[in-house]
């Protein structure tokens, strides 16, 4: 079983659409979810992170997080051509991070 | 406040020659991480340092890898002999000290820099 798995992709939107992206971990012990977004050739950079179950908003991204499921989810509202990008969920156990394999999203002008 | 640095960006190398790769981490970051990434799978932990120490090496492949960071700053990956295998895209990360809770703990990542063995 992998540490994490994301949605597979592409995920293909309409601007303007709600993009939603899901990620599940095997690891209860797991203490922290982070949302990476990665564009070609380019470094990977974080968008938000959460700790606590339920939603965290920040501008046109909401993260949500429930541990006794072991699922987190990213939701892009109003997606725009710039969101196209990979993006990588990552998990935080004990100062080390996994990584799923993400998700490529493709927002259609 | 410059970001993780790395170099090279790209590198093209014969099976059985060495590489290797440099990162200078964001100034002030205790923490040192190495990743990698190979064709289609997810970015894998490799190791990590806390000042000039290894933390946690557990994602090493085996010792045909050897990671320093001599004074606590910049760290270099040699990879000798480098295999095939050893294709992919290195990164790396740092992070301040966490205070407190060990979640906190955000990585700002470098560019990569992606290793080519023919």
């Known amino acids: 079983q992998k540490e994490v798995e994301q949605n597979s992709g592409p995920l293909s939107v309409p601007e303007g659409a709600i993009a939603s992206l899901n990620c599940t971990y095997s690891d209860r012990g797991s203490q922290s979810f982070f949302w990476y977004r990665q564009y070609s050739g380019k470094s990977p950079e974080l968008i938000m992170f959460?700790?606590?179950?339920g939603d965290k908003e920040d501008g046109r991204f909401t993260a949500q997080l429930n541990k006794a499921s072991q699922y987190v989810s990213l939701l892009i509202r109003d997606s725009q051509p710039s969101d196209s990008a990979t993006y990588l969920c990552a998990v935080n156990l004990r100062y080390k991070l996994s990584f799923g394999a993400g998700t490529t999203v493709t927002v259609r002008a | 406040e410059a970001g993780v640095t790395q170099f090279p960006s790209h590198s093209v190398i014969e099976k059985g020659q060495t590489v290797t790769l440099r990162c200078d981490p964001i100034?002030?970051?205790?923490?040192l991480y190495w990743y990698r990434r190979v064709m289609g799978k997810e970015i894998k932990f490799l190791l990590h340092f806390v000042k000039e120490s290894k933390q946690d090496e557990s994602g090493m492949p085996n010792n045909r890898f050897l990671a320093e960071r001599t004074g606590g700053t910049y760290s270099t990956l040699k990879v000798q002999p480098a295999e095939l295998e050893d294709s992919g895209v290195y990164f790396c990360a740092s992070s301040q000290s966490a205070r407190g809770w060990v979640g906190a703990n955000v990585l700002t990542f470098g560019a990569g820099s992606r290793l080519t063995v023919l």
């Open positions: 100034s002030g970051h205790d923490n």
């Open positions: 959460i700790y606590s179950n």
